[in-house]
């Protein structure tokens, strides 16, 4: 919830990418634009997940796999939580100004104002809603480490064709909606029974956590491409290679004994 927070915030009040038709001049909302709410549908739904997912929870997932030791510890004190947050908000400020000098574009008040809001329930909501129950069959083994690979690479990847694919393929913008919903809400039903007072490992979490790089690893080339040229190809397989390398040392970390732990209790 936090990390849809986030999405809200840099894409609709920093770069302001919901509602600007020319950004970057991709025409990222063209394809299922909706009048109404000033934005194009399929782009919301896909930009707010990749911050959701690649964003927030596997950079933080990747971080705990490599020190699995420290993984239910607080790394920062206040202090340091408030210099980064300071940190963030001037990361946010020179973002908004250079994207505003770029594109002299700003979005409508109401488009700020029912992002705003937005963002405040996403908030609220992540700090007081309760945690789910814990189910009384707390004795079962959570999925095998192939099957929780899999799943995140198979959702991941389908969230990355509905963006890309499906305009070129002609797919209707409502189908490629209902696919991008129906992905996310299959994959956290699995989720949510997966991790329910079950039994996990190490392993089972850097799965997760591998198979959301791989989507990453593998849809960054065309859209390096597409960007930025041939010319890019060189760093980004560098980048590929590096994190390669860091799920390796993830793999190796979570072989290591340890005790199985209930997901929830971190």
């Known amino acids: 919830m936090l990390g849809l927070a986030y999405g809200l915030i840099e894409e609709g009040l920093t770069d302001q990418s919901l509602f600007n038709p020319h950004y970057l001049h991709l025409r990222l909302l063209d394809y299922g634009y ?52 300071l940190l963030m908000l001037a990361g946010l400020a020179a973002v908004a100004s250079f ?16 992002t705003t809001v937005a963002i405040v329930a996403v908030i609220a ?12 069959d707390a004795g079962r083994d959570a999925p095998p480490t192939w099957l929780l690979f899999v799943a995140a690479f ?39 029974r997966a991790t329910r007072a079950r039994k996990w490992t190490n392993g089972r979490r850097a799965a997760l956590v591998i198979g959301g790089l791989a ?15 041939p010319a890019d190809l060189l760093p980004h397989s560098l980048v590929i290679i590096l994190f390669v390398g860091l799920a390796a040392i993830a793999i190796r970390k979570s072989r290591a004994p340890a005790e199985p732990t209930a997901l929830g209790a971190a």
Do not use: K
């Open 34 to 85: 909706v009048d109404a709410l000033g934005t194009g549908l399929p782009w919301l739904i896909y930009v707010l997940t990749i911050h959701v997912v690649w964003s927030v929870c596997v950079p933080i997932g990747l971080v705990e796999a490599l020190f699995p030791a420290r993984r239910a510890q607080s790394w920062l004190g206040p202090v340091a939580i408030a210099f980064v947050s």
């Open 215 to 229: 989507v990453y690893g593998l849809f960054g080339v065309p859209t390096d491409l597409a960007l930025h040229g």
């Open 125 to 136: 909501a992540a700090l007081l809603l309760p945690r789910p129950a814990s189910d009384p």
């Open 154 to 192: 198979i959702a991941g990847s389908g969230a990355m064709l509905c963006r890309y694919a499906a305009p070129s393929w002609h797919v209707p913008w409502l189908a490629c909606v209902a696919a991008q919903l129906a992905i996310a809400a299959g994959f956290i039903v699995f989720m949510v």
């Open 99 to 114: 994207t505003y000098q770029t594109e002299n574009f700003f979005a409508s008040p109401a488009q700020l104002v029912g």
